[in-house]
């Protein structure tokens, strides 16, 4: 069964590059379903209105609950005998990583993203789907966007592909950045020469023994030097292994 992926957002073109590259394919051979809604369908006033004023003040609007209440009624609802995780993408989530999205593609096969905008989405929303649906607050980082369109676009992305048969050769996935905690190794292609730059000569030795052990003492350094809390949590769980 293929990966159901449904959007909902005010800005549905915003989501267009899921039709593009690795997910278009994806999308074309079956491997991913993606559907994006306009939450605005499920308003009634002539203006189509998500958000009014806070209650208790302050800046900014608030997404009104009952558009997001009857729309994921409807979509949650849509898919006899399957049960989606909703999933919200929030400066104040659980952070989305490497295990995140392993963690999704390898136990979901339905996600409902809830995408908000303006200062977010009444917290009621929250209280009422977290009761009758497993969900997820998820963050990209420690930064802030203006809504969650652009985090459903890389997680969508993260997790997209991780699916079997999405990536050509699945190998590389094992060696890329956060596989296995540690960071890439550098990588080369040709010319072995360039501007005075040489490939490491190891990489020309065709001993692949000796390639893989530069390899991966490159991940170690390279893990050291730009990212030590990876180290740290790497070495825990080699020493615990
Ligand atoms: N994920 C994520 C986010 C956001 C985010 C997500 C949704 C909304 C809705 C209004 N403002 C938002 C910010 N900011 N920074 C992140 N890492």
């Given amino acids: 069964m293929p990966l159901r992926l449904?959007?909902?957002?005010?800005?549905?073109?915003?989501?267009?590059?899921?039709?593009?590259?690795?997910?278009?394919r994806a999308r074309r051979e079956g491997l991913l379903e993606v559907?994006?809604?306009?939450?605005?369908?499920?308003?009634?006033?002539?203006?189509r209105t998500v958000d009014d004023t806070p209650y208790g003040g302050g800046a900014g609007m608030v997404m009104r609950p009952e558009p997001w209440g009857e729309a994921l009624d409807e979509i949650c609802s849509s898919q006899p005998g399957r049960t989606p995780r909703i999933v919200v993408p929030?400066?104040?989530?659980?952070?989305?990583?490497?295990?995140?999205?392993?963690?999704?593609?390898?136990q979901e096969d339905w996600l409902v993203f809830a995408c908000g905008r303006y200062e977010g989405i009444d917290e009621r929303v929250y209280e009422e789907f977290s009761s009758r649906y497993p969900l997820?607050?998820?963050?990209?980082?420690?930064?802030?966007?203006?809504?969650?369109e652009v985090a459903v676009l890389a997680m969508t992305e993260a997790i997209a592909r991780l699916l079997p048969g999405m990536v050509g050769n699945e190998a590389s996935l094992a060696e890329e950045s956060h596989t296995g905690g540690l960071l890439e190794y550098p990588v080369y292609t040709k010319p072995a020469g360039w501007r005075g730059?040489?490939?490491?000569?190891?990489?020309?030795?065709?001993?692949?023994?000796r390639i893989e052990a530069w390899?991966?003492?490159?991940?170690?350094?390279r893990?050291?030097?730009?990212?030590p809390d990876l180290m740290e949590r790497y070495r825990t769980i080699s020493s615990s292994e």
């Avoid at 449904?6 to 278009?24: H, K, M, Q, W």
């Avoid at 607050?137 to 203006?146: A, E, Q, R």
Wanted: glycine share 10%.
């Fill in 215 to 221: 390899r991966h003492e490159q991940r170690l350094a």
């Fill in 136 to 148: 997820s607050v998820l963050s990209l980082g420690d930064y802030v966007l203006n809504g969650g």
């Fill in 197 to 209: 730059h040489e490939v490491p000569e190891v990489l020309l030795s065709g001993h692949h023994g």
């Fill in 90 to 106: 929030g400066p104040g989530g659980e952070v989305f990583d490497q295990a995140t999205a392993s963690r999704l593609a390898e």
């Fill in 35 to 47: 559907h994006v809604h306009d939450l605005r369908d499920w308003t009634h006033d002539r203006h």
């Fill in 223 to 227: 893990t050291e030097q730009r990212r």
């Fill in 6 to 24: 449904d959007v909902v957002t005010i800005f549905p073109d915003y989501l267009a590059p899921l039709e593009l590259s690795l997910l278009g």
